[in-house]
């Protein structure tokens, strides 16, 4: 097996937590990728605490990566133009690399002229920054990644790891993205149209929570569930569960049940034989044409194309 080589970029004022975000999920990928970290020109770099690491590769590697992964530094570290090494490693990538920010690496991006063309979003205090520097780049800062062709751009620590499970899902599909998901003990998948920033997370102290909600929605994926349904199980009124919902989980609940409905679907075409319409019926989706538009809507492929990708003939 060829495994891809991923090299990470490590900044002046990198987090270290997000710089070591690729190395643990891609690591756990069964051999799948090679991840490698180097700085703009192999010496040490400050990071945002109080230490300095030290990497093995400068950056002559960048020039042989499949992917390209910029780490999120601190946003006080952040040059309005990129020093003259760090610009010089970036033009060492190649053309067809992939190339994926984490948070405020989309800064390095913009800067190095590598979101041109493309959408993208970042940590969403920093959005009027952004788009104060980099006026013609699209932003979405309400995401917790956007992936747009070749460039894929995520916001804030936690999402790094969204967009990395994202990268395992399409390259290798979506066993191998929940067993990654499950060793490394994070949700196997939020979809990167989620919302970035949930205003109440955790409940208030004595309020009743969705959870058990959720989890009994999950069970029941191919039942037409509506939303009394919902708020019937929780045993709350239409209106206040509808907005505790969207407190915890930042989506409303319809949006939410469609991921579900689209990420079970998406299992069952990479796992089992099943026709279009018997996955639709078995996920809850009353025709496969609805499966069919969700299912492009979510990923941009049609059903036979997404498991010709992930299920080749044997």
Known sequence: MQSERVVVLALDGVYP???????RILGAADGHYEVLTCTADGG?????????????????VLATADTVIVAAIDPSRLPAELPGTVGAALARIRPDARIVSICTGAFVLAAAGLLDGH??????????LFRSRYPHIPLDPDVLFVADGRVLTSAGAASGVDVLLHLIREDHGT???NAVARCCVVPPFRDGGQAQYIEQPVPEPGAASTAATR?????????????????GHARMSLRTFARRFHDEV????????????????RHLLE???????QI???????????????LHAAIGVSPQAYRRTFRPVR
């Open 250 to 265: 930042g989506v409303s609940p319809g949006r939410w049940l469609i991921q579900q409905r689209v990420a079970r679907a």
């Open 44 to 60: 040490p770099v400050r990071t945002s605490t109080d230490f300095t690491i030290t990497v093995e590769h400068g950056p002559e």
């Open 119 to 128: 959408r993208a979003t970042t940590h969403w205090q920093l959005a009027d």
């Open 215 to 231: 989890a009994w929605a999950l069970q029941r994926l191919d039942e037409p569930l509506a939303l009394a349904d919902l708020a």
């Open 175 to 177: 066993r191998l993205a």
């Open 17 to 23: 937590f997000e710089l070591g975000m690729p190395s």
């Open 280 to 294: 639709a019926g078995a996920v809850g989706f009353a025709t496969g044409a609805s499966l069919r538009q969700h």
């Open 271 to 277: 796992s089992s034989d099943l026709s279009v319409d």
